[in-house]
């Protein structure tokens, strides 16, 4: 027994030696950003830099900590460091406690400031006015597909991304009702309900299920009504001290919900990196065969190509355009000849912006 109190003590202080170097090298590295935001003129944050950083951390990670948890832990290192070189504001679709906040802070960490907003619309609104200098909404789920009003957004407005954030979605049946059983009414994102359908229809097949416009005012509601569940994330359980009556009730493990960072800028090249834009081919035959040509020909990998009306265009009620995700940055060689030869055969091409593939 002595011999163990002795060795506990040993690896306690080999802790402690290591704590205080680990504190010392971190305030080193912050005096070093620091540094770099006096000398800096302009945009402070780098996108690229960032994501270079992290896959690098991943690769060189000796363990036994996992890839993501180091990521995690250096991802809040860079945030209060960068807030030492220029402190960020960051919009998104809010209120407090909903996904679109987790993934704004996994990209950005926690030290920023963060600015819930009552609607995508406002937080397009709040990065083009200057109230903030990034903003994060949702462009796609893995099980309901893409979110329209994101796209829109994206076609009219100036601004660009220069980010993307990939969620694991876990929903949780919350309530301060004793069981599941006892729960009388459901309250979620329309979305949300659609994700966790068949968990429902097999565990509460009668209860009555009302859509609501977040995740975090179904447990604002729910939190009020002690026969009422929500269905949410953790951070929305946590917000309103709700219990967790049951755990992911998501149908598909692998949900997963895209985010982008839309900004006045987007991202220089970082070597894993996504492009994104619209288009639209002219009125004649073969001619979306030749938006696909150019990629082909260039040896361009196209992750995504999606249809929708061309609200806002001022064209005819049955125009199209086509949303693009391709790999690669715009300046990479193989992509700007596909995009040249893109503008030159689409009715309408706009960029909307190259930037780093999610890190973690």
Excluded at 17 to 34: P, Q
Excluded at 96 to 120: D, L, M, R, V
Excluded at 334 to 359: D, H, I, T
């Amino acid at each position: 027994m002595a011999d163990e109190q002795e060795e506990l003590g040993r690896l306690r202080d080999g802790i402690d030696r290591i704590d205080a170097e680990v504190l010392r090298l971190i305030s080193e590295r912050a005096r070093l950003a620091h540094r770099i935001g006096e000398i800096k003129q302009g945009v402070i944050y780098r996108p690229e830099r960032e994501a270079q950083i992290l896959r690098g951390i991943a690769e060189r990670n000796p363990g036994p900590l996992s890839g993501a948890t180091v990521q995690y832990l250096f991802r809040e290192i860079m945030s209060a460091c960068l807030a030492l070189e220029q402190p960020l504001a960051i919009a998104y679709l809010g209120p407090a406690g909903t996904y679109s906040e987790s993934a704004a802070k996994k990209h950005f960490g926690a030290a920023p400031g963060f600015s819930p907003c009552a609607a995508i619309d406002d937080v397009f609104r709040a990065v083009e006015a200057g109230n903030a200098d990034y903003g994060v909404v949702p462009v796609e789920n893995s099980s309901e597909g893409a979110v329209g009003r994101s796209l829109d957004l994206l076609l009219l407005s100036p601004l660009r991304i220069c980010g993307e954030v990939l969620l694991p979605i876990h929903h949780n049946l919350m309530s301060r009702a004793t069981a599941v059983a006892a729960v009388k009414t459901i309250y979620s994102h329309a979305q949300s309900l659609g994700q966790c359908h068949e968990w429902l229809n097999r565990n509460l097949p009668q209860v009555p299920r009302v859509a609501v416009a977040s995740n975090a005012e179904a447990a604002r509601l729910a939190a009020a009504e002690p026969d009422s569940a929500a269905i949410a994330g953790e951070a929305a359980a946590s917000l309103y001290d709700l219990p967790i009556l049951a755990a992911n009730i998501e149908d598909d493990p692998n949900n997963t919900t895209r985010f982008v960072v839309v900004a006045h800028h987007d991202a220089g090249p970082s070597g894993h990196d996504r492009t994104s834009l619209v288009c639209s081919a002219q009125n004649r035959p073969g001619a979306v065969h030749e938006l696909l040509g150019a990629f082909a020909r260039h040896g361009v990998s196209m992750s995504r190509f999606e249809s929708r009306p061309a609200r806002g265009l001022g064209g005819s009620p049955w125009e199209y355009v086509f949303y693009v995700d391709l790999e690669g940055h715009r300046l990479d060689a193989p992509l700007a000849a596909a995009l040249a030869e893109l503008r030159a055969c689409a009715g309408f091409v706009k960029e909307l912006g190259s930037y780093p593939r999610a890190a973690f």
